[in-house]
Nanobody, 124 residues
Framework: QVQLVESGGGLVQAGGSLRLSCAAS????????MAWFRQGPGKEREFVVA????????YSVDSVKGRFTISRDNAKNTVYLQIDSLKPEDTAVYYC?????????????????WGQGTRVTVSS
């Protein structure tokens, strides 16, 4: 069992930056792939970026390439999402998720554990 707790969300102006963190409990964090999904107002939850258990594989959607950076620190059981050049369309609740197979995937169904989400609001 893994528990995930996100933090770092907030209100920021367009063009600004945020760093989201996701702290995981449990001794198997280093074997899990991790991802960030987001759910904007009135929208379905969507994949944003994922990182494999080793950090060697990273996948992201085109709309965030060059602006969002995922990283992980297995010693601290934490995954991070650095978000730069924020846009109003990035406004969403951001969820951290863990995939026990360790393989980074864009599929929501691969992720067995989810955090409660952290809200990011970008003003224009």
């Amino acid at each position: 069992q893994v528990q995930l707790v996100e933090s770092g969300g907030g209100l920021v102006q367009a063009g600004g930056s945020l760093r989201l963190s996701c702290a995981a409990s449990g001794r198997t964090f280093s074997s899990y792939a991790m991802a960030w999904f987001r759910q904007g107002p009135g929208k379905e939850r969507e994949f944003v970026v994922a990182i494999s258990w080793s950090g060697s594989r990273i996948y992201s959607v085109d709309s965030v390439k060059g602006r969002f950076t995922i990283s992980r620190d297995n010693a601290k059981n934490t995954v991070y999402l650095q978000i730069d050049s924020l846009k109003p369309e990035d406004t969403a609740v951001y969820y951290c998720a863990a995939a026990p197979r360790g393989i980074a995937s864009i599929q929501l169904s691969e992720y067995a554990y989810w955090g409660q989400g952290t809200r990011v609001t970008v003003s224009s």
